[in-house]
């Protein structure tokens, strides 16, 4: 790189955003900032969990029923310290908390939004080493800003979104996220322990040879599913090839399918007959995020995923999601069948 040319950093780009909509409060552009700061304390004990005692489990299940492991629980402390810290949140609900917390102390009590997030994606990845993920979202709060925030402010649509997003601990560390105007992609320079915009104006590329899916439970799904499947694995050497891939984390998942295109299911089966993710904060974040680079996220063959009015906090759902013709195409085939 020519020495002239500088990397803007996350705090330098959000400042720029600000002198480009004069209306802006700075609100929003601070709250990504303390969800940065966060991710990078998160990043430091990721990047050193084999020598510190942060691999395992803690020895307790959460609201889920499912096993805590102590990266779980140490990415959920930071990230909501440091939100309770920020005074551009009023509450957040988290995948580790059965409850919402709502925040008391004056100063968040008058902020306007809330966030929803999964700490840390792709916990069956912390101990072999493979990428695992931080999932966000942010909304305006519809309860009357000086009071605490409500559970309402946590169950709106996807489509009401203000800004969601993403950071990867996978072989570099990144932070990701869309507003309503765009998807940008920030790098963890570790030599100056920020994030630098390295993928500006992300768009997930319309058509690509990937399909992910967790095949382990391949005849467990519906009929309509598996055919939809079937049309992504070649029966002979004519037919059309298609990648597949799974990491088991869907942030990972979501990463790939954003830069190279493709399509990731998630849909429902045996006991997980809502579907396995979480509408919340894990598929209505990363459908928010997709749309915004131009592509596409269902819950089933017809209903768009961010238009679903969650009932509770850890909802589940089914989700199909990448790129445009992608899923078009595989719409098309489940609505068939
Ligand atoms: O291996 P399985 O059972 O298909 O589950 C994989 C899925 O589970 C998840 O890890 C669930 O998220 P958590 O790790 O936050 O519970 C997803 O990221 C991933 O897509
Ligand atoms: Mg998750
Ligand atoms: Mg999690």
Sequence with gaps: MNHKERVMTLDEFTIQELRNYPGATGQLSGLLRDIGLAAKRVNVEVNKAGIADILGEVGKTNVQGESVKKLDEFANDQFIASLRTSIYCCGV????????????????????????????????????????????????????????????DFLQPGTQQIAAGYIIYGSSTMMVYATRRSVQGFTLDPSIGEFCLSHPNLKCPPESDIFSVNMGYYHLYDENIRHSIDHFMARNENDRIYRHRFVGCMVAEI?????????????????????????CYECNPMSFLMEKAGGVAMANGRQRLLELKPVQLHQRVPIFIGSKNMVDTWQDIVNKK
């Design 93 to 152: 609900a988290s995948e580790e908390e059965e409850n919402f917390i709502a925040f008391t102390d004056e100063h968040s009590r008058k902020s306007k939004y809330v966030v929803l997030m999964d700490p840390l994606d792709g916990s069956s990845n912390i101990d072999v080493n493979v990428s695992i993920g931080t999932i966000f979202s942010v909304y305006r709060r519809l309860s009357p800003e000086g009071e605490e925030c409500n559970l309402e």
């Design 255 to 279: 990463h790939r399918t954003l830069i190279q295109g493709g399509i990731f299911m998630y849909p429902a089966f045996g006991k997980w007959k809502a579907g396995r993710l979480r509408l």
